[in-house]
T-cell receptor, first 113, second 112 residues
Framework: DAGVIQSPRHEVTEMGQEVTLRCKPI?????LFWYRQTMMRGLELLIY????????DSGMPEDRFSAKMPNASFSTLKIQPSEPRDSAVYFC???????????FGSGTRLTVV | DAKTTQPTSMDCAEGRAANLPCNHS???????VYWYRQIHSQGPQYIIH???NNETNEMASLIITEDRKSSTLILPHATLRDTAVYYC?????????????FGQGTILTVHP
């Protein structure tokens, strides 16, 4: 199994541009989580899905952030417009009931200049 | 979910056991204790979890006190590759679908 796959690994964009982060969960996992990590705030849960349906998006910082899961094998996290304070490492993780723990991807390091 | 308290940092000599403590005095009956670690620049990695019995797997052992108000993660023979941030998390739900809220964790440094 290739694990949770995130793309791109690094993204540098200018303030005001749209950014889309992508995640492919482990096949068969029915939970998908998006986290953000910064030095100041640590790891924060942004949103999570179960069976492609958003369950809790209370961690999404503001309306500029949106997440979708059109099918069981793909999810996106979009920031529009991006701001310098969005610079962080964004992690995707997947899991399934009965499976031990979450499996995290390698993350996307986003820099907004 | 209950809050956890961990030391900010710990050191351990290579080859020795690393014992990482965690306090979770407000844990409720249906909440599990999870441990994850994050090696620099990588995503967090699941280590182990338990409810009230001690648990052991290929990576570590988890000792939970009888009153469940604290636990200890034990890495029996620490190596340099175990240098990481270790997170203790209390989570309701009992299975992997519970929301995981990460604190600041313990920075474990394993030195030669």
């Amino acid at each position: 199994d290739a694990g949770v796959i995130q793309s791109p690994r690094h993204e540098v964009t200018e303030m005001g541009q749209e950014v889309t982060l992508r995640c492919k969960p482990i096949s068969g996992h029915d939970y998908l989580f998006w986290y953000r990590q910064t030095m100041m705030r640590g790891l924060e849960l942004l949103i999570y899905f179960n069976n492609n349906v958003p369950i809790d998006d209370s961690g999404m910082p503001e309306d500029r952030f949106s997440a979708k899961m059109p099918n069981a094998s793909f999810s996106t996290l979009k920031i529009q417009p991006s701001e310098p304070r969005d610079s962080a490492v964004y992690f995707c993780a997947s899991s399934s009931t009965g499976v031990r723990g979450y499996t995290f991807g390698s993350g996307t390091r986003l820099t907004v200049v | 979910d209950a809050k956890t308290t961990q030391p900010t940092s710990m050191d351990c000599a290579e080859g020795r056991a690393a014992n990482l403590p965690c306090n979770h005095s407000t844990i409720s009956g249906n909440e599990y204790v999870y441990w994850y670690r994050q090696i620099h620049s990588q995503g967090p990695q699941y280590i182990i979890h338990g409810l009230k019995n001690n648990e052991t797997n290929e990576m570590a052992s988890l000792i939970i006190t009888e009153d469940r108000k604290s636990s200890t993660l034990i890495l029996p023979h620490a190596t340099l590759r175990d240098t990481a941030v270790y997170y203790c998390i209390v989570c309701s739900g009992g299975t992997s679908y519970g929301k995981l809220t990460f604190g600041q964790g313990t920075i474990l440094t394993v030195h030669p």
